[in-house]
C-alpha cells in the first residue's frame, strides 16, 4: 500500500487548508485511516480517523474545526481544516491500518505518507 499526501502550505491563522491523501496498492488492506500530525520535539498523535464504515474520531483540540471524510470508490480520505491556529503548525501524515478499527496509537498503522507540512502563521 503506497499513501500519497498533499495539499500542505502557508496559511495565516483563521484560514482554512484541505488535505488529499490518495492509496494505492493493496488497497483491500486500507480499512482504517487516519491523518496524525508531528510539530518540532512533539511526539506524532493523531488529529482524525475514519473507519471504512464513516465513523470518524477526532483529537479534542481539533474538534468543530476539522473534518475527515473519505471517498472508498477513488481511495481517497481528506482533511478539511478550519479555523487553522498557529498550534496546528506541523508536518500531517496520512496513515492507514488493515483493522477496520481505528485506534490513536500511530505504531498500530501499517503503512504511512510522506507527510505535507502545514504552516500557520499568527
Known amino acids: 500500500v503506497q499513501l500519497q499526501a498533499s495539499g500542505g502550505g502557508l496559511v495565516q491563522a483563521g484560514g482554512s487548508l484541505r488535505l488529499s491523501c490518495e492509496a494505492s496498492?493493496?488497497?483491500?488492506?486500507?480499512?482504517?485511516m487516519a491523518w496524525h500530525r508531528q510539530a518540532p520535539g512533539n511526539n506524532r498523535e493523531l488529529v482524525a480517523g475514519i473507519e471504512f464504515s464513516g465513523r470518524t474520531t477526532y483529537q479534542d483540540s481539533v474538534k468543530g474545526r476539522f473534518t475527515i471524510s473519505r471517498d472508498n470508490a477513488k481511495n481517497m480520505v481528506y482533511l478539511q481544516m478550519n479555523s487553522l491556529k498557529p498550534e496546528d503548525t506541523a508536518v500531517y501524515y496520512c496513515?492507514?491500518?488493515?483493522?477496520?478499527?481505528?485506534?490513536?496509537?500511530?505504531?498500530?498503522?501499517?503503512?504511512w505518507g510522506q507527510g505535507t507540512l502545514v504552516t500557520v502563521s499568527s
Open positions: 496498492g493493496s488497497t483491500v488492506r486500507v480499512n482504517s
Open positions: 496513515a492507514a491500518r488493515p483493522s477496520p478499527v481505528l485506534t490513536i496509537v500511530a505504531s498500530t498503522y501499517a503503512y
